[in-house]
């Protein structure tokens, strides 16, 4: 997916509430009902859809977790699944 650049801007109503453009809620995959997550680095301010952010930390703490393990492959997975479902049916 290409990233896309644009600027769009929202009117602070008095209890600090902020429509977030249409636009915007596309470009990030927010619908209805979901979360965002605003990320403050000094005076920058981004707004990102949580689930993602939430998937993107988590890699981020998981890196180089299954190498550890041992698992370098998609087949080196399904051993893994296989062994584990194995284990707990025994």
């Not at 290409?2 to 509430?17: P, R, T």
């Not at 977790?65 to 370098?72: C, F, L, M, R, S």
């Amino acid at each position: 997916m290409a990233a896309i650049a644009f600027a769009n801007d929202a009117k602070v109503m008095s209890k600090g509430q902020v429509t977030i453009p249409k636009n915007v809620r596309a470009a990030l995959g927010i619908e209805t009902g979901d979360r965002v997550t605003f990320i403050v680095d000094g005076n920058n301010v981004r707004v990102v859809n949580s689930a993602v952010y939430a998937l993107m930390k988590f890699q981020e703490q998981m890196a180089g977790e299954a190498e550890k393990a041992g698992i370098y492959s998609e087949e080196d997975v399904a051993e893994w699944i296989t062994s584990s479902r194995n284990k707990e049916n025994a």
